[in-house]
């Protein structure tokens, strides 16, 4: 979804990415991919169990989370929630882009849809 941050943020959005790997492997990713948003560390696996993406087991590690994305709105309602068991499968970023449209028009008034 980073290489459509301006668009996301032109919508009213914000990138907010979460693995529950360490603060420092977050930082040092996040510097070798030279993303410009925050990678926050969900080391205790509250999130992702709060969010009911955190798998029991897969590939014979526990507490990983799945691949996922969540539009939250700005009172924390979540709004559009994508949820993959196959970390190699990737989201639709059209239709992610399309819930912040519907959701922006709502927010002015417009319609959503």
């Known amino acids: ?8 943020a032109g919508l009213g959005g914000q990138i ?7 603060t420092f492997s977050q930082q040092a990713f996040a510097a070798s991919l030279g993303v ?6 969900d080391w205790d696996r509250v999130a992702c169990t709060a969010y009911g993406v ?3 087991s897969w590939k014979g590690h ?5 691949r996922s994305v969540f539009v939250v ?3 924390r309602r979540v709004r559009y929630r994508w949820v993959t068991p196959d970390a190699m499968v990737l989201p ?6 399309g819930v912040l449209a519907s959701l ?3 927010a002015d008034g417009g319609d959503s849809k």
Request: charged share 25%; hydrophobic share 40%; aromatic share 4%.
């Open 104 to 106: 922006r028009g709502s």
């Open 92 to 97: 639709d970023h059209d239709e992610v882009i």
């Open 16 to 22: 907010l990415a979460a693995a529950v790997t360490a």
């Open 73 to 75: 709105d700005q009172n």
């Open 36 to 41: 410009s948003f925050p990678l926050l560390s």
């Open 54 to 56: 955190r798998y029991r």
């Open 1 to 8: 979804m980073g290489h459509r941050q301006e668009e996301i």
């Open 62 to 66: 526990s507490g990983l989370a799945m």
